[in-house]
Antibody
Framework: EVQLVQSGAEVKKPGESLKISCEGS????????VGWVRQMPGKGLEWMGI????????TYSPSFQGRVTISADKSISTAYLQWNSLKASDSAMYYC???????????????WGQGTMVTVSS | DIQMTQSPSSLSASVGDRVTISCRAS??????LAWYQQKPGKVPSLLIY???ILQSGVPARFSGSGSGTDFTLIISSLQPEDVATYYC?????????FGQGTRVEIK
């Protein structure tokens, strides 16, 4: 079964750092891009960025560039989303997702992780 | 960046009704357009890709059409299990913007 399994919920204080993960299984992890999507409480979906685990080539939305870092460790089939200094406004559900096909990222997301809830509060 | 605008933002319809949701792109995206369904408290799931191709396992009452800048999602006969928020997404280029969502409720 093709799946993406994300790390568990996190509660952090403003200014702290955080790295959440997304492990792929059931397919060739290095052959498909992995994207990250934010959903703030009660709000819509926001595309944050995407990475190709094969060579760690990453593309970011301008809205998130410089605020987060997307990385991947192909040896353990895992992609990451990282913050160096969290803000309360980073509180949200974060999903990783995989495009339907491996030849580029111009494909719809057909596989989604279960989501990681991040709460940032003092 | 391409902006995606959905209408309406919400709607209420009766079981069996035909429901139409529109999505407009600020510039042409060919048919690089997907529709997702997100039921309350659940993970989004892919309904339609390439503007009109039904994802495997999705009921045939869902259909999509359009190309360029104007797209439509139709539910031909609304069912109680279709209560959800529906999002369009262009994936022609990064950032692959989502629409703001359309909440569908049963009247």
């Amino acid at each position: 079964e093709v799946q993406l399994v994300q790390s568990g919920a996190e509660v952090k204080k403003p200014g702290e750092s955080l790295k959440i993960s997304c492990e792929g299984s059931g397919y060739s992890f290095i052959s498909y891009w992995v994207g990250w999507v934010r959903q703030m409480p009660g709000k819509g979906l926001e595309w944050m960025g995407i990475i190709y685990p094969g060579d760690s080539d990453a593309t970011y939305s301008p809205s998130f560039q410089g605020r987060v870092t997307i990385s991947a460790d192909k040896s353990i089939s895992t992609a990451y989303l990282q913050w160096n200094s969290l803000k309360a406004s980073d509180s949200a559900m974060y999903y990783c997702a995989r495009p339907r096909r491996g030849d580029g990222y111009t494909w719809a997301f057909d596989i989604w992780g279960q989501g990681t809830m991040v709460t940032v509060s003092s | 960046d391409i902006q995606m605008t959905q209408s309406p933002s919400s709607l209420s319809a009766s079981v069996g009704d035909r429901v139409t949701i529109s999505c407009r792109a600020s510039q042409g995206v060919s048919t690089f357009l997907a529709w997702y369904q997100q039921k309350p408290g659940k993970v989004p799931s892919l309904l339609i890709y390439a503007a009109s191709i039904l994802q495997s396992g999705v009921p045939a009452r869902f259909s999509g059409s359009g190309s360029g800048t104007d797209f439509t999602l139709i539910i031909s006969s609304l069912q109680p299990e279709d209560v959800a928020t529906y999002y369009c997404q262009e994936y022609n280029s990064a950032p692959q913007t989502f629409g703001q969502g359309t909440r569908v409720e049963i009247k």
